[in-house]
């Protein structure tokens, strides 16, 4: 992702706010504070419609892992030649989310390893501008 480059998210109300380092938007009920990601009105816990927009957490930690080393069926877009790519559960405390990680190989991964959320580029469309999504990387402390 270059300054000069469009960019727009792949889901307008994925990010918090439309900064380069902004966190993942989530929800967190009125009645209960059950939080969820991604965000969305009703609370699956006991059912209040009164769901609060919140700011999650950057930084997490691995909780479980995979690496994906076969194509995704459609509609997932992928890179032609398909490449490897790690799939984890971030820990965030008071919500685990589902992410991408920038990290296929499998013997650098660790349960419990300190994770950073980041911005990855999903695709680019045919105007150029790179569509970007999510993805948890090591930290740089894990990675020294």
Same mark, same amino acid.
């Given at each position: ?15 918090? $706010? ?28 006991? %059912? @209040?419609?009164?769901?609060?927009? &919140? ?11 995979? &690496? ?10 992928? @890179? ?10 971030? $820990?965030? %405390?008071? &919500? ?8 296929? $190989? ?5 349960? %419990? ?6 911005? &990855? #580029?999903?695709? #680019? ?6 569509? #970007? ?12």
């Amino acid at each position: 992702m270059t300054a000069t480059t469009p960019i727009r998210p792949l889901d307008p109300h994925l990010f918090a $706010d439309e900064t380069p380092d902004a966190a993942l938007r989530g929800a967190r009920c009125a009645e209960c504070g059950t939080v969820t990601f991604p965000s969305q009105d009703g609370c699956p816990r006991c %059912g @209040a419609t009164g769901m609060d927009d &919140v700011a999650l957490p950057r930084d997490g930690i691995l909780w479980s892992y995979t &690496v994906q080393s076969f194509a995704p069926k459609r509609p997932f877009l992928h @890179a032609e030649p398909f490449t490897p790519f790690g799939v984890g559960y971030i $820990d965030l %405390g008071d &919500v685990i989310v589902e992410s991408r990680l920038t990290v296929a $190989d499998p013997d650098a991964l660790r349960i %419990g390893m300190a994770m950073r959320l980041c911005r &990855v #580029v999903n695709h #680019v469309d045919e105007d150029g501008t790179e569509v #970007v999504t999510f993805a948890f990387a090591p930290t740089t402390e894990e990675m020294s």
